[in-house]
């Protein structure tokens, strides 16, 4: 049984978002660009969370005060055929292009970060700040030499799998098939390793996780992961790994996605009512705009009729908490998975991530600890693989 996240008396908004403002904010995980790419999408509007499933846009983002983070290039895992891995390489590049396309479109609002210290100097002119990640590598293409292209083309971390075992490394949610990485998987290491790239465990095996904290030159991150101690769901950490990660310097950023906070059952209905929606809209990102508002549509319906069981907003601070109790301050981060399942009661879009800072300082955490959760652990470990990747 977890404890209660926090039971201390809240400072007023007005404190939380006046520490939180000069603080650098990041987060390690936004799925964000996968809704960029939607048809109609504009990100420099205000959305509502509940109807247009889009948890983070600019208004949003000066609201919550986040300054930026990870913007992710996500490729569904498929078939590990020569179609298949064809097919990931070019959605990989054109995931990539939507990110530099959005920077392109508004340079006065997104600024591209190459380095640790280009994080602050783009905050500082009012900017969101945007680092560019890999979230499985199976648009490699099993071609360990690609990753240097996604590395000029702006990408500083990356992971090697995602929900099913690829030709890099064991899923936590699929069968064994390398005992941790493969062979490309120590390549791709190396690779991260030479380049100056972050190395991301979230999403691999355990075993995974433990041959990447041998064979890394540098410190690596789980850029949203949770607590097995207070979940045990296998994409969650247990204590002894934890341990091992910050041993090496590295740090977990913790993540929102409600089902690795807890078990959430959904009723009969709610289930058979998504699986009929899913059957009827296959392939959605590639659809017509027509088909993707009426989808959305469905899906506000199937929500009203089929409420979701969510977890809350203590449930994620219990797993926060836990992780900073056992490995400290230096060692935890945040990666709340926005737009990509991430988002709990209370927490719902990128509008109310300073409600974080604000639990942290009930819980009597300085300043200089929130602002080492917030951004500045993560770019301490980038300064770290980059002085690593220049020897």
């Known amino acids: 049984m977890c404890q209660p996240a926090f039971a201390k008396t809240l400072p007023t908004e007005r404190a939380a978002r006046a520490l939180h403002e000069r603080i650098l904010t990041l987060d390690t995980h936004l799925d964000t660009p996968a809704v960029v790419a939607r048809p109609g999408f504009d990100i420099l509007k205000h959305n509502d969370w509940k109807t247009a499933f889009a ?44 990110i530099r396309e959005m920077l392109a479109r508004s340079p006065k609002v ?47 971390l990356v992971g090697p799998v995602h929900f099913a075992t690829n030709d890099w490394a064991d899923s936590s949610t699929d069968k064994a098939e390398w005992g941790g990485l493969s062979p490309l998987g120590k ?8 380049l100056g790239m972050i190395l991301d465990q979230s999403h691999a095996s355990d075993l995974v996780l433990d041959q990447m904290l041998e064979l890394s030159t540098a410190p690596i ?28 310097g590295g740090v977990i950023q913790m993540n929102a996605f409600g089902a690795y906070l807890k078990a959430l059952p959904q009723s009969p209905e709610r289930r058979e009512a998504l699986a009929k929606l899913s059957a009827a809209y296959p392939n959605l990102a590639s659809r017509s705009q027509a088909d993707q508002e009426a989808f959305r549509q469905a899906r506000v319906r199937l929500d009203a009729e089929f409420p979701e069981n969510r977890a809350t907003f203590d449930d994620f601070m219990a797993h926060l908490l836990h992780a900073i109790r ?16 991430g988002g709990v009661v209370g927490l719902e879009d990128a509008s109310k991530v300073w409600k974080i800072t604000q639990a942290l300082m009930a819980e009597g955490y300085s300043e200089e600890d929130i602002a080492k959760i917030w951004g500045g652990n993560v770019l301490r470990v980038m300064r770290e693989v980059e002085a690593k990747a220049q020897k």
């Open 326 to 341: 056992l490995i400290g301050v230096d060692h935890v981060g945040i990666g709340l998975d926005w737009d990509g399942g």
């Open 55 to 98: 948890q983070v846009d600019v208004p949003r983002m000066k609201e919550g005060g986040l300054d930026g983070g990870f913007w992710v290039i996500y490729t569904a895992q498929g078939p590990r055929t020569p179609e298949g891995l064809n097919a990931a390489r070019d959605a990989g590049l054109m995931r990539a292009v939507v």
């Open 221 to 248: 991150i789980a850029s949203h992961s949770g607590c097995k101690a207070i979940y045990d769901h296998p994409r969650n950490l247990d204590d002894d790994r934890l341990k091992a990660l910050a041993e090496k």
């Open 110 to 156: 997104f600024g591209l970060a190459l380095k640790a210290d280009d994080a602050a100097k783009i905050a500082a002119e009012g900017k969101r700040v945007v680092f560019m990640s890999i979230k499985n590598s199976y648009p490699l293409a099993k071609d360990v030499s690609l990753l240097q292209t996604y590395y000029k083309l702006g990408v500083r």
């Open 187 to 194: 390549q791709l290491v190396a690779e991260a390793n030479r």
